[in-house]
């Protein structure tokens, strides 16, 4: 059973940075790809970057291509997200995501409200 939660999410005007952290807790933790997901008020889940846990493989959506860093720290089981340049279509809850296979994700953290106001 593994366990995420996410925190440093904040409200920040325009140009402004954060730093998301997604903490993965639990003995069965497959540390094969973690990645972040956003959602807006009546908007679908969108995908935003991932990072293979061993290899350190990342990918990114293209809204937030140069703007956003995802990282990890293997030794403190946790991933980061940093954005810098945030705009105000940013806004939205940040989830932390990973998957026990190839399939859909399947452990999800509570997620962490991002505002960033014009």
């Known amino acids: 059973q593994v366990q995420l939660v996410e925190s440093g999410g904040g409200l920040v005007q325009a140009g402004g940075s954060l730093r998301l952290s997604c903490a993965a807790s639990?003995?069965?933790?497959?540390?094969?790809?973690m990645a972040w997901f956003r959602q807006a008020p009546g908007k679908e889940r969108e995908f935003v970057a991932r990072?293979?846990?061993?290899?350190?493989?990342?990918s990114y959506a293209d809204f937030v291509k140069d703007r956003f860093t995802i990282s990890r720290d293997q030794a403190k089981n946790t991933v980061y997200l940093q954005m810098n340049s945030l705009k105000p279509e940013d806004t939205a809850v940040y989830y932390c995501?990973?998957?026990?296979?190839?399939?859909?994700?399947?452990?999800w953290g509570q997620g962490t409200q991002v505002t960033v106001s014009s």
């Open positions: 990072i293979t846990w061993n290899g350190g493989r990342t």
């Open positions: 995501a990973t998957r026990t296979g190839l399939g859909p994700y399947d452990v």
């Open positions: 639990g003995r069965s933790f497959s540390r094969s790809t």
